[in-house]
């Protein structure tokens, strides 16, 4: 993967606007491949018992593949456009991350068709796997509404 340093702020990439925003930032990307940081705080909407909740988890899935979209996007100059979850699969949740942990998200797409992307996803903290799935992202092509 590439250590990227050139990124705008995650807000320009994302369809989604606080507090629903669940992605720090990019840490590494490469065109199939993006991983993506989350400080878990205590003003994320998704905390349930001071840990982030499951909904939450796949959330930040979600954002991570559209991180990595609107990331092409911007690259290429196109606007952002709005995803929508098809589907999820697989989902294994070994544990609920805490209040003060970092996670670092990895997706990797395996099969893009049309406007569908299958992907596999891993959720860690430090070296633990905290999170495993695959999800199928739909992309609309309706840009987002910078209003």
């Keep these: 993967m590439d250590n990227i340093t050139n990124v705008p702020p995650i807000l320009e ?11 720090d ?13 989350l400080l878990i705080k205590d003003n994320e909407i998704f905390i349930e018992d001071d840990k982030l909740s499951a909904t939450g ?16 996007n911007w ?11 098809g589907a999820v699969h697989d989902l294994n949740i070994y544990r609920r991350p805490k209040l003060g942990e970092k996670i670092q998200t990895t997706i990797e797409s395996v099969v893009e068709i049309m406007n569908m992307t299958l992907v596999k996803a891993v959720v860690k903290c430090g ?3 905290l999170v495993e799935a695959e999800m199928k992202i739909a992309v609309s092509n309706k840009p987002k509404n910078n209003k």
Aim: charged share 15%.
């Design 13 to 23: 990439l994302l369809p989604q606007r606080l507090p629903f925003v669940i992605v």
């Design 25 to 37: 930032r990019i840490v590494d990307f490469n065109e199939t491949t993006i991983t993506t940081e």
């Design 57 to 72: 988890l796949i959330e930040n899935i979600a954002q991570t593949c559209a991180t990595r979209i609107g990331y092409i």
């Design 75 to 85: 690259l290429n100059n196109n606007a952002i456009n709005i995803g929508y979850i």
């Design 127 to 129: 070296d633990e796997t």
